[in-house]
T-cell receptor, first 114, second 113 residues
Framework: DQQVKQNSPSLSVQEGRISILNCDYT??????FLWYKKYPAEGPTFLIS?????DKNEDGRFTVFLNKSAKHLSLHIVPSQPGDSAVYFC?????????????FGRGTSLIVHP | KAGVTQTPRYLIKTRGQQVTLSCSPI?????VSWYQQTPGQGLQFLFE???????NKGNFPGRFSGRQFSNSRSEMNVSTLELGDSALYLC????????????FGSGTQLSVL
């Protein structure tokens, strides 16, 4: 049973436009959310995070929005660039045994066309 | 600072064999976690070690085991390999594993024939 769902396996966007990647979760205990980006043949790299006490966090071209009542978060990339083409993983975590183990979604492959 | 290093990068084994994967975390990082990635399945959590102790474990069979050494380096072992164990195995490290971002290695691509 997937606790973190990324329902769009892929997304295609024109360079300069906005990319919106979505993520839904089912566990209301999740209180910290992260996005990772993964290029082929590399490990995922951290992109941006948000705590459940916030509803928005911005870092340059990347903004994450959290809607706790809907158990939904989204990543906005504005403007999109060809170098943003990668697989994006949403992750959610809750304290367990003294640490916060993130549960990952299956990823959304973003392609940004020049 | 050197990143997370995983060896070997690629591995081919046959069913029934066992395999050991190695991970060197970023210097100073005490938490090391392991993930399995298969096509379309995202990253599945295997286990996490902190100060040589397994702190958390995912839903994988006992054939999957790991350990962490005093220098925080970690190894993961899979015994009696099955075809379904073919995957990218990723190691990640963080300072203490408390709501921190994870730093991932490039992974070990395991193929079981």
């Amino acid at each position: 049973d997937q606790q973190v769902k990324q329902n769009s396996p892929s997304l295609s966007v024109q360079e300069g436009r906005i990319s919106i990647l979505n993520c839904d979760y089912t566990n209301s205990m999740f209180d910290y959310f992260l996005w990772y980006k993964k290029y082929p043949a590399e490990g995922p790299t951290f992109l941006i995070s948000i705590s459940s006490i916030k509803d928005k966090n911005e870092d340059g071209r990347f903004t994450v929005f959290l809607n706790k009542s809907a158990k939904h978060l989204s990543l906005h990339i504005v403007p999109s660039q060809p170098g943003d083409s990668a697989v994006y993983f949403c992750a959610a975590s809750v304290a367990s045994g003294g640490s916060y183990i993130p549960t990952f979604g299956r990823g959304t492959s973003l392609i940004v066309h020049p | 600072k050197a990143g997370v290093t995983q060896t070997p990068r690629y591995l081919i084994k046959t069913r029934g064999q066992q395999v050991t994967l190695s991970c060197s975390p970023i210097s100073g990082h005490r938490s090391v976690s392991w993930y399995q990635q298969t096509p379309g399945q995202g990253l599945q959590f295997l286990f996490e070690y902190f100060s040589e102790t397994q702190r958390n474990k995912g839903n994988f069979p006992g054939r999957f085991s790991g350990r962490q050494f005093s220098n925080s380096r970690s190894e993961m072992n899979v015994s009696t390999l099955e075809l379904g164990d073919s995957a990218l195995y990723l190691c990640a490290s963080s300072l203490a594993g408390i709501n921190e971002k994870l730093f991932f290695g490039s992974g070990t691509q395991l193929s079981v024939l």
